[in-house]
């Protein structure tokens, strides 16, 4: 628990000296219905994670490795943290992580509020990535998403995550919002993501059992072989009037 307590200490700290939002002051965590906090030191949490977005057909040349171990060395924190890792020959896959939160008011509409350090790496790259092709989102729903098949923008058949995020890589959906993309790519480093969403508006209504589902993931362009992994998460659940 001590452990626990001090790698969070340590992330509010460093995404306060970053500057991530003037509204940091507003969001204490007295003014809060639930908090939680995640830093994956002792395993997963409960916490799932996967691919969507492709081919019919290709489910079974479409692996991916979820992980619960070791962040790189470059991250501001030490300690475990998620991954999931997978190749994208196809250019459209999201990477994502999702889990369901109890203990909330059933029926009920709450604004959700994400402080992440989360990252990316290209394990392979064939070639030089933009930064319009690698976006990271995140939301919630009152279900538990699924992998199901869907008629894609170009009119084939894909295996997609039944939320929306939006039809393209950059566009939000009512469900999942695009928070920003990924500017720099290299092979050799991670490119680190830290930052909230105090001045997004993330709001889901609870299911009759106070169920809701978290979503965050990366949805990207680049046909290359993509590491995504989260490092530390605190998230903050306020019940709307």
Known sequence: MVGTMVRASILILFLHLAGCSS?????SAEFVDLL??????????????????FPVGYEDSTEYLFDNSQVPVLLPVEGNGLSVSA?????????????????LEPNKKYKIDFEFLVYTQLLTQSSKPSSDELYFK???????????????????????????KGDTNSESGNDIINVGSVKEFTSETPEIISGNTFDFIIEAETDNDGTIWLVIGIDSGIKSQLNF????????YRKKD
């Open 23 to 27: 509204e940091m002051e507003n969001q």
């Open 36 to 53: 939680t906090v995640f830093d994956f030191e002792n395993g997963d949490q409960e916490w799932e994670g996967g691919i969507s977005d």
């Open 87 to 103: 190749d994208n020959p196809h250019g459209d896959l999201f990477y994502f992580f999702k889990r369901k939160v109890t203990d």
């Open 138 to 164: 995140i939301g919630a729903v009152n279900y538990k998403p699924e992998l199901k098949k869907t008629i894609w923008r170009n009119s084939m058949d894909y295996i997609a995550l039944d939320v929306d």
């Open 229 to 236: 992994g989260m490092a530390a998460l605190t998230v903050y």
